[in-house]
């Protein structure tokens, strides 16, 4: 099986984690600003920023399901 994001389902990912970080942390209101500007400016869809961690999610997608493969073939069928 391969599962792979393309750069804009990578931003929505990460859109979602940081908004869940803003939402669920007690930032002061200076940090809270600075990490939105850094995300509008730095962390738009097609920045070198997004590029890298879109592969970064997508290596670590494809090393955690061929984890799970190995796994999966290692265990005993009697358990």
């Known amino acids: 099986m391969r ?4 750069l804009e389902e990578s931003h929505q990912l990460f859109t979602a984690v940081s ?11 200076a940090d809270s600003a600075a990490f939105k500007r850094w ?11 997004m590029k890298d961690l879109a592969a970064k ?9 061929e984890n799970k493969a190995k796994s999966a073939v290692m265990k005993p069928d009697w358990k």
């Open 3 to 6: 599962i792979e994001l393309d």
């Open 19 to 29: 908004d869940a970080l803003l939402k669920d942390i007690k930032f002061s209101t």
């Open 39 to 49: 995300r509008s400016k730095s962390m738009t869809p097609g920045s070198d920023g």
């Open 57 to 65: 999610i997508n290596a670590d997608i494809a090393r955690a399901l």
